[in-house]
């Protein structure tokens, strides 16, 4: 292989195996070391994680307007929604688990839709500093499962908390789907391909040094 | 087969720019000159490190199962739950797929995980080659991002607080065992780095 200093596997001729990191001729379709399928970039990656997220946007109206867990008191059933469990929380003066739940629930999910927008769109039309995007992608990616804390509240609050009439949790319909949420925007996350950002950004200094010339 | 020369060269997963890896010491790193990505840390030897982590997590799990997780009383009724009635609860309450999605990120896919790094620790410590070795090591990376132990834990903790004031909440042994689980899991995972375990693998065929 010569050695230039920003020589691509791509461009050399090769694919490198998304499972285990194995170079592959950018003809095999197979990798001879694990089995697992080789493409040179992920197929319809931006066009697949365009599709996730804007699923995600849907479902994320339903999760936060949708009672998210039912309580009943004494017989009276209350609705509670996500924004309204962080307000309660609040107001209790647990100001640190109001901010976690806060975090987790409302600004991580909001943070990773845009943040996947933005990603889609620099490997779209491109953008100034790739490294920048990278950074970004490896932060989505690591927020990915962290958005789930409240559902599994639920879940633990639902089966802990049954004393019949005097004190029961049911959950609501805005857990499932703020769950979907979760998994659609890890599921897009996981379906963009961040090399095209730097196929882009390639691209583009080409371009400007063709005219130069 | 290749020689070992040329398969330390590879393209970044982030990036796709070429790289010739040098051979890692157990406490070295190897991170992307362009984009910064991680591309491999360790060597086999950290990677066997993961065996005795391997071993307590499955331990760990299976004893999360078998015990109260956390009882809670108030007016003179108590309830006491299991880690399984997480999801079984929901289920009753008619949350069908809500129940199979808690189950599958707090038992079912750590489960998984758990069994595969056993399998390729196993291997790496007797130094011989397992049936279904192969199908682990391609399925821990992937799964390993469904697993959500540690995120549960968080969820635990945010719970006990939301109801601490409403009634008497009783720890149990198996909220310990779970938290354990959850430490010496990512403990075990960290230690078997991708590149290293698939060419750990390629050199038993050889």
Known sequence: ?213 | MTGRSESRTIGCVECDLLIKLPPLQARQRCLCPRCGHLLSAGNVERARQAFPFAISAAVLLPLSLLFPFMSFARSGIENEMNLFQTAWALYLDGSVILSVMVFGFIIFMPSFVVLSILLISLSMTFERSFPGLKLAARFVYAVNSWSMVEVFIIGVLVSLVKIAKMATVEIGVSLWTYLAFSIVLVLAITKLDKLVVWEYIESLRR
């Open chain 1, 1 to 213: 292989m010569t050695g230039s200093q920003n020589t691509t596997a791509a461009a050399a001729g090769f694919a490198s195996c998304h499972t285990c990191y194995l170079l592959v001729s950018s003809d095999e379709g197979r990798c001879p070391r694990c089995h697992s399928g080789v493409h040179v970039r992920m197929p319809n990656s931006l066009h697949r994680t365009m599709a996730l997220l804007v699923t995600a946007i849907i479902l994320y109206v339903p999760a936060n307007v949708l009672p998210i867990m039912s309580t009943t008191v004494m017989g009276n059933p209350v609705d509670n929604t996500i924004m309204g469990g962080v307000i309660t929380l609040w107001k209790m003066g647990s100001y640190p688990i109001a901010a976690i739940i806060f975090v987790a629930s409302v600004f991580v999910p909001l943070a990773k839709m845009v943040s996947l927008t933005v990603l889609c769109w620099a490997a779209k039309y491109g953008r100034s500093d790739p490294k920048k995007q990278a950074v970004l992608y490896r932060v989505t990616e690591y927020l990915g499962k962290w958005s789930m804390i409240d559902v599994f509240v639920v879940a633990v609050l639902v089966a802990l908390i049954k004393l019949g009439d005097v004190l029961s949790f049911y959950p609501g319909l805005a857990a499932l789907t703020f769950a979907g949420v979760v998994i659609l925007t890890m599921t897009a996350a996981a379906n963009f391909d961040p090399r095209l950002i730097w196929d882009k950004a390639e691209a583009r200094v080409d371009e400007r040094m063709g005219k130069d010339e």
